[in-house]
């Protein structure tokens, strides 16, 4: 037995000095201390000994654990040590180096204007909703009346996915999912992403951006509609910018409009941007229909709502002037380092 404890020494301490990283130091510490170690068993079989031998063989075993374990945490944190002086030479920073010429990047414009956006409803009450945007046909249609056949469904050309899913064509697909988590009041805005099986041109794109609003309380009328549009639109565009309605169909208002703004790409002169009209469409509005806020549980009798959606992407072309939207996900630095 002292023989074997001897040996058993001798290979331990031999591996243990070339082991050269933590794996191989820990891989080591299982062999020689684990449950199958040759030491867990000359430790059980301790118990099957005479008195004689258990006296001597026991110390020299639990003083031989005591070296073997002192010798392993020795190499441990020698091989730690060497392991953090090793990552901190590799991965060195210098804080004091001049970063002035490197480049760094910056948002992309539609961005910078979604949290604009954010901002100017934020301060003035509004929450920012967010929602999914692979959605149910239920929220993306059906709760805002358009039910399953309606022609209206065919005023977007929607990618449908398996299992009753779309990617949403609209944020309209939030209102309802906003009006039953928070109930009336409730002043909110919703910016993400919309997808439609469109061909891009120089106003349109398969996946764009859109800011949605809905304003529910007692007494909401038209005339709060134009307010709140007229506001946040000069507070983005400046005081010179002016909106129009027309008359517009949404099955999920009535009345509906369509919003316009004074092209400012080309102050009114005619341009791509704003299909050489002098204004642009940014989207719609319109009060909301008695039965969009009965999907979502509100008494149309008591409350009435008003909505919009509007493409951010297009007000990011008014803004910095883009005449062709393709240019947003180009990925082409060229136009991205303008901004
Ligand atoms: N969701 C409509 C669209 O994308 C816009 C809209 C929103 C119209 C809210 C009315 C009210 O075309």
């Given at each position: 037995m002292k023989d074997k404890l001897e040996q058993l020494k001798k290979a331990a301490i031999d591996e243990i000095s070339k082991a050269s990283n933590s794996k191989v130091i820990e891989e080591i510490e299982i062999k020689y201390f684990g449950k199958k170690s040759e030491l867990s068993d000359i430790l059980k079989s301790i118990?099957?000994?005479s008195d004689d031998e258990k006296r001597e063989i026991g110390p020299l075993v639990n003083s031989l654990k005591l070296e073997l374990n002192s010798i392993i945490e020795n190499k441990k944190n020698e091989i730690l040590n060497n392991e953090i002086d090793l990552k901190l030479k590799e991965e060195y920073i210098d804080p004091t180096i001049d970063l002035k010429n490197e480049k760094v990047g910056h948002m992309h414009p539609t961005s910078q204007l979604r949290y604009k956006l954010e901002d100017i409803f934020r301060s003035m009450g509004f929450m920012v909703y967010d929602g999914p945007e692979i959605e149910t046909d239920f929220f993306n249609f059906e709760a805002l009346n358009?039910?399953?056949?309606?022609?209206?469904?065919?005023?977007q050309d929607t990618f449908y996915t398996k299992d009753?899913?779309?990617?949403?064509?609209?944020?309209?697909?939030?209102q309802v999912r906003a009006l039953r988590e928070f109930g009336a009041p409730i002043k909110a805005v919703i910016p993400g992403r919309v997808f439609r099986n469109e061909a891009s041109d120089a106003t349109h794109e398969h996946n764009f951006n859109q800011i949605e609003c809905i304003v529910v309380d007692e007494n909401i009328s038209i005339a709060n509609l134009i307010s709140t549009i007229d506001m946040f639109i000069k507070k983005i565009f400046g005081e010179g910018v002016k909106i129009r309605l027309r008359p517009g169909y949404f099955?999920?208002?009535?009345?509906g409009f369509e919003l316009d703004i004074s092209c400012l790409v080309c102050g009114g002169k005619k341009c791509p941007a704003c299909k050489h009209t002098g204004w642009l469409e940014l989207g719609g509005t319109g009060m909301v229909h008695p039965n969009v806020l009965k999907a979502a549980d509100i008494d149309s009798s008591v409350y009435s709502a008003f909505a919009f959606g509007f493409g951010i992407d297009r007000m990011m072309m008014q803004k910095y002037k883009?005449?062709?939207?393709?240019?947003?996900?180009?990925?082409d630095l060229r136009f991205i380092n303008q901004f």
């Open positions: 118990s099957t000994l358009i039910p399953k056949n309606h022609p209206a469904r065919d005023m009753d899913t779309v990617l949403r064509t609209q944020t309209s697909s939030c099955p999920f208002v009535e009345p883009v005449e062709d939207l393709r240019w947003s996900m180009s990925g």
